[in-house]
């Protein structure tokens, strides 16, 4: 029983084989990972390049008999966002991610791999994506970018006249001044892609270093003021979306001799949002417009150029487990799945956020929990200073959950303080929250899916901001459960 005396330390392990590969750059130094979740053992190929990809494959011994003392990957239970590894004694760890790490071709599991590149036809498109999506090459007319998805809903960015040849860096292109004044920067994620306008060669401002490993969020103007209460409720509760800010009347000027005619620089011509074109199988066509309040987090620390319109695009409508989401009072009825960021507390005190996690358990289905841990990896903190967050146990959620129709949470089941990726001293990496009485519960009660609900301790605290990557980021959340023989 040697494996299993410390549990945590075999699901920090094996959670941590599945964790995707960093993007675009290598990741600073990290602070050291708690006892109870260690990094992956020497030898463990970083599959550099493979954006997104499962580095399960590349554990030692892994679906090999005989080849090594700790875990061994078993090969025929590998599913889209689901790895198992069986222990020497028998025993077994499910890891069960919250978005899609593989994809099938040809009737095998291949890794997914969101690494652009640029077609023979012109077209550009990830090495492995699970879905139909591709960029425009430029030089041409042509949609932005578009993705289908299974269910035949396809979603693009439409664009009026050729766009220029853009810049491939990952999962990342770059149009620049696609726009007069203005880059386009198209994320391709898990689930779709995230399409951004950002002011070019505008002033900058310093800001505090980002987590390497995920998209940079957009910095948004001032939230309106939203309601809130005294204090904290013991369980989430409904809110309404926040009213409209006053419009301030304006008041004449008194009258003054007019100045002499002074010569003006030419004034830019204004942004026309982004906006998405959502075809759906048959003849309805939608248009989704684009959505500020998505731009969330403290003014001057998020993004070192202005955001000027940002839309995010998902393959499919439809609810599939995994699915993740965050609500937000300052968008009371916008869908915010399928951003890399799932987002919790206030940064001004008004404005409140909190995350939701749902997964598949038929796998665990009539399984004895040894332990289990819920895994996640910190973005952005408003600061180094310690801020409690919470998981709870929610009733099921999908893709109309938003903040005026989200389940009350049941309770709360675990907690922490640890508090990542503000600067240096705080940089962003994994944390995780034993829940193995929660997911014990759920398995006894014969539950076919569970959901989680993440939020801030004070909801009130402008210091309790959080960003954590999302099921559609570069790093995703995971559900680690060790079951007996």
């Not at 030692?60 to 875990?71: D, E, F, I, K, L």
């Not at 149009?175 to 399409?195: C, H, K, M, Q």
């Not at 303080?417 to 034993?434: E, F, I, K, Y």
Request: net charge neutral.
């Amino acid at each position: 029983m040697a494996v299993l005396e410390r549990p945590g330390a075999v699901l920090g392990l094996l959670l941590s084989l599945v964790a995707p590969v960093a993007q675009r750059e290598p990741a600073p130094p990290a602070p050291p990972a708690p006892p109870a979740f260690a990094p992956p053992a020497a030898g463990v190929p970083a599959q550099p390049g493979a954006l997104g990809a499962a580095p399960a494959a590349g554990v030692p011994g892994a679906g090999v008999p005989g080849a090594g003392v700790g875990p061994v990957e078993i090969l025929e239970q590998r599913g889209e966002a689901t790895t198992a590894y069986r222990h020497p004694d028998g025993a077994r760890t499910i890891v069960l991610s919250a978005g899609p790490i593989r994809l099938r071709h040809n009737g095998q599991w291949e890794p997914l791999d969101l690494t652009l590149r640029r077609d023979p036809d012109g077209g550009i498109r990830p090495v492995a994506h699970p879905d139909t999506l591709w960029l425009a090459g430029g030089g041409k007319p042509a949609d932005a970018a578009a993705v289908r998805g299974a269910d035949g809903t396809n979603t693009a960015l439409p664009w009026d006249g050729p766009l220029p040849a853009p810049r491939l860096d990952g999962n990342r292109a770059v149009y620049r001044n696609a726009r007069p004044g203005a880059d386009l920067v198209i994320e391709v994620t898990r689930t779709g892609f995230v399409a951004t306008l950002e002011s070019a060669g505008g002033a900058t401002r310093e800001v505090p270093r980002a987590a390497p490993h995920a998209p940079t969020a957009p910095h948004v103007p001032a939230a309106p003021h939203a309601p809130t209460p005294a204090q904290p409720a013991p369980a989430p509760a409904v809110a309404q979306s926040a009213p409209a800010p006053a419009v301030a009347q304006s008041v004449p000027a008194p009258a003054v001799e007019p100045a002499p005619a002074v010569a003006t620089a030419p004034v830019a011509p204004p942004i026309t949002p982004l906006t998405l074109r959502v075809t759906h199988p048959g003849p309805a066509t939608d248009s989704a417009p684009s959505a500020p309040e998505l731009m969330t987090g403290p003014a001057g620390t998020l993004a070192a150029r202005a955001v000027l319109s940002r839309v995010v695009a998902s393959a499919s409508e439809g609810l599939t487990l995994p699915f993740d989401t965050t609500v937000q009072n300052t968008a009371g009825t916008t869908d915010l799945s399928g951003d890399p960021d799932l987002k919790l507390g206030s940064y001004d005190g008004r404005t409140v956020a909190r995350a939701f996690l749902s997964w598949d358990l038929s796998g665990l289905r009539d399984q004895r929990v040894m332990s289990a841990a819920l895994r996640l990896y910190s973005n952005w903190s408003a600061s180094c200073q310690a801020s409690g967050w919470e998981v709870w146990s929610s009733p099921p959620i999908g893709p109309a959950t938003r903040w005026t129709s989200q389940p009350a949470g049941d309770r709360a089941w675990a907690t922490s303080t640890d508090t990542r990726g503000h600067d240096a001293h705080c940089q962003p990496g994994w944390t995780s929250v034993d829940v193995t009485d929660l997911v014990r519960g759920w398995v006894l009660a014969g539950a076919g899916s569970g959901t989680v609900l993440v939020r801030a301790t004070n909801e009130l605290d402008p210091l309790s901001w959080k960003r954590f990557s999302s099921g559609a980021g570069a790093n995703l959340p995971a559900l680690g459960v060790t079951v007996a023989p």
